[in-house]
């Protein structure tokens, strides 16, 4: 039977999680942006799970619909003590939690700010922002997986019907802590991605961002000629189901079968395409 | 249950009991045994009209209110401070799959129960204003006075068989 | 052959509650100046904003629940498009919406499919239905267990996620229109017309090729919407149904007036 097919409802949501990168080199420049790699991939973030909130937006005098439960973890710099680690990225009022439902989400943004807009966006005066940047420290990627599956886990045995968890890993480097109790990076992304609802496998995407401006190579279909850490940061990561690869060839990028969900030496305006892109669920279950 | 069949109901206790009492008149029984007459006699004439309304097949169907579905809470998780071994443990809280298994051999379900009347000679009632099919009816004749049921709709017109059912807008997002 | 009898069933997507369908529906007997019987379906964008109030507006607004039912020619449904547009985009109900609900208005907006039928001469010479389709809800004219056109011709591999349909916004709306089909066919007594949006459409179309006689039995003798619920639930579980709102209307054509009353108590 052909998986991916399902789409998003009240009770059959989606579950999106993005692992953000905070280690110490995100505060190097982006590119021209004149905003450090933390800033750009903090603003990125912000803007896709606004995207959210507006696509689950569907009319005057009615809730935003709970379409996702959504979770951003980060790793390497943390907010709440000092040191190295992995945490829920959220501030504000929803500080510390783990997935939360789109409906929680739109209600409580950290805050509101005027907010440079990234291309697509119209430009909107001010935009709730949920996460702040942050850097430092190493990149504890494995560590990342490890707490972010254990919510995907219990997500996924809650919703046997669902669309199958996205996991969308945005990073500048290497990682620095595999293996992690005892296992290898490749090792957490097999546990992570054997994670399954009844329509498919957990998805594992990965952004790559550099701070130069160089070639973009948005889903490959081939490892080669991809510069370091491209050729393992494309085993890791999930082929795009069919749904998304028509999408990204709506959105004009040239998906060949076999296209990987891995986007690398991405710009911003590109982040959040790709981003769209990958959360972007079936509309109707074909 | 509509307004008429309510005071069906209600008269018909009313009548069985006013025969039981009339009937003491006729044997002259003790008290215990009077009520108890009274009583029987109001509870079978309340059986016997259950069993005509439930026979009546001019106004048919008794409709069942379509469920709201409850939303499945997303289980509240947060942040674990201890490694749990995840990746060993077998999911358990799932429930079954909720799948009805389709009949053999049938592509379309046969849920078509006998009707008792030809469908294709029927008007099946509808509100127009919401398209909701919970109606009261109160019946003259070839003369129908139709109340919409739908909480947010409450719409009532009027209709005379042999004319066509009046312009219908079906309207599911009604905020009252 | 005078009599038009009809009537919708609809449930909204699994997992969704009533008041989330957003399909439309409407049906209005001939009118006085001469203009048949008409029916509409439409089917809102599930990522629109205020696609249950546009698909509605379109139904209701075509067969003349809203002024005056449009001319089935590409000029006329333009203006008549266009006019309700305008509707959509000043209904009152829009004042106390937030900003999330504006900037989705404002940029995002809703498209919906859209069928209308009209049906004509119906005690003349030659009656007929004529109808006009944007996009993938459909027609299907039924005699006889058989179907003896179905419009617009899609199979039931054709119903795609990008179909086309009438936006809120007037940028593409001439373009729209211009897409439009339009075709007509002769009736007989005793014919029945099921307009359907996609979802039930495509299920249609593929259970029509494995047994049609059990298809146009069971779609015509649904007279309850628990019926048509179960038998929607049945086919959903069995994967052969998508999991989307689903809307049947289904008309009869008879020379002799109806005999029962159907009511769901």
């Known amino acids: 039977m052909e998986k991916y097919r399902q789409s998003v409802s009240r009770s059959a949501p989606g579950c999106v999680v993005i692992l953000l990168d905070r280690s110490d080199s995100m505060k190097l420049a982006w590119g021209r942006t004149g905003a450090s790699l933390a800033d750009g991939a903090a603003l990125a973030v912000n803007n896709i799970l606004l995207d959210m909130c507006i696509k689950a937006t569907t009319e005057v005098n009615a809730p935003v619909r709970h379409y996702f439960d959504v979770g951003i973890f980060s790793y390497g710099a943390r907010v709440t003590e000092p040191g ?27 805050a509101v700010r005027e907010e440079p807009s990234i291309d697509l ?122 749904p998304m690869a028509d999408n990204a060839r709506v959105d004009g990028y040239d998906v060949r079968p076999g296209a990987r969900g891995l986007a ?23 | 249950m509509t307004t008429r069949n309510a005071i069906v109901l209600v008269l018909t206790a009313v009548c069985a009991t006013a025969g039981a009492l009339a009937g003491l008149q006729v044997w002259d029984l003790n008290l215990w045994r009077s009520v108890m007459v009274v009583l029987v006699g109001a509870f079978l004439g309340v059986v016997l009209a259950f069993g005509l309304l439930t026979t009546d097949r001019r106004v048919v169907r008794l409709g069942h209110p379509v469920a709201e579905r409850e939303p ?52 099946v009632a509808q509100c127009p204003r919401c398209g909701d099919f919970r109606l009261d009816l109160k019946q003259d004749g070839d003369s129908c006075a139709f109340h919409c049921r739908n909480p947010r709709c409450g719409h009532r017109w009027e209709w005379r068989a042999g004319a066509p059912w009046p312009t219908t807008v079906v309207r599911r997002n009604l905020t009252g | 052959m005078n009599h038009t009898r009809q009537v919708v069933f609809y449930a909204p997507k699994h997992g969704n509650t009533e008041a989330e369908w957003e399909d439309g529906a409407a049906a209005a007997p001939a009118a006085g100046d001469g ?67 504006r900037l989705k208005q404002a940029t995002v907006g809703s498209f919906a499919t859209f069928l209308g039928c009209e049906l004509r001469d119906l005690a003349g010479p030659r009656p007929r239905w004529t109808a006009v389709a944007v996009g993938d809800a459909v027609l299907f004219h039924v005699r006889g267990h058989r179907v003896v056109s179905q419009f617009p011709p899609i199979p039931p591999e054709g119903f795609g996620s990008n179909p086309d349909g009438l ?24 014919d029945l017309l099921y307009l359907a949006t996609d979802a039930f459409a495509q299920w249609v179309a593929a259970a029509d090729r494995r047994d049609p006689r059990a298809l146009w039995t069971t779609l015509a003798a649904l007279d309850h919407p628990e019926a048509f619920r179960a038998l929607v639930a049945g086919r959903r579980a069995a994967r052969e149904m998508v999991n989307d709102d689903v809307t049947l209307l289904r008309v009869r054509l008879d020379r002799r007036p109806a005999e029962h009353l159907v009511v769901c108590l």
């Not at chain 1, 395409?273 to 669920?281: A, D, K, N, P, Y």
Request: glycine share 10%; with cysteine; charged share 20%.
């Open chain 1, 84 to 110: 190295e680690g992995v945490e829920s990225a959220f501030g504000g009022a929803l500080a510390g939690r783990g997935l939360v439902p789109l409906p929680e989400l739109a209600e409580h943004p950290m």
């Open chain 2, 72 to 123: 499945v809470p997303a289980p509240s998780t947060e942040p674990g401070t201890k490694p749990r071994t995840w990746w060993t443990e077998t999911p358990t809280s799932a429930p079954p799959p909720r799948h009805e298994s389709p009949p053999q051999g049938h592509h379309v379900d046969q849920a078509v129960v006998a009707h008792g009347y030809d469908v294709d000679r029927a008007v």
């Open chain 1, 121 to 242: 966006m119209p430009v909107a005066a001010r935009m709730p922002v949920w996460v702040d940047p942050l850097h430092g420290h190493r990149t504890p990627m494995c560590q990342a997986i490890a707490v972010a599956g254990a919510h995907v886990f219990d997500w996924a045995a809650a919703h046997p019907d669902s669309f199958p968890p996205i996991v969308v890993n945005i990073t500048d480097g290497m990682v620095t802590d595999s293996p992690y109790d005892g296992a290898t990076l490749q090792d957490w992304a097999r546990r992570l991605t054997s994670i399954e609802t009844n329509d498919g496998a957990t998805l594992f995407f990965n952004v790559f961002l550099s701070p130069f401006e160089v070639t973009e190579i948005v889903f490959p279909s081939d490892p080669g000629g991809l510069p370091p850490p491209g050729p393992d940061l494309f085993a890791l990561s999930s082929p795009l189901p069919r």
């Open chain 1, 264 to 286: 690398f030496n991405v710009g911003r305006s590109t982040l959040l395409r790709v981003l769209q892109i990958g959360t972007r669920v079936p509309d109707r279950a074909r």
């Open chain 3, 35 to 101: 203009r048949g019987p008409r029916f509409a379906v439409a089917d809102g964008a599930t990522q629109g904003f205020g696609s249950a109030r546009w698909a509605q507006q379109l139904v209701a607004g075509f067969v003349g629940d809203q002024g005056a039912a449009p001319d089935l020619t590409a000029a006329a449904l333009h203006r008549w498009a266009s006019d309700m547009q305008g509707r959509w985009h000043d209904d009152p109900r829009l004042a106390g919406a937030t900003d999330l609900q």
């Open chain 3, 167 to 190: 936006p809120t916004h007037a940028a593409g709306l001439a373009d729209m229109v211009g897409r439009a089909s339009f075709a007509e066919g002769d009736l007989a007594d005793g």
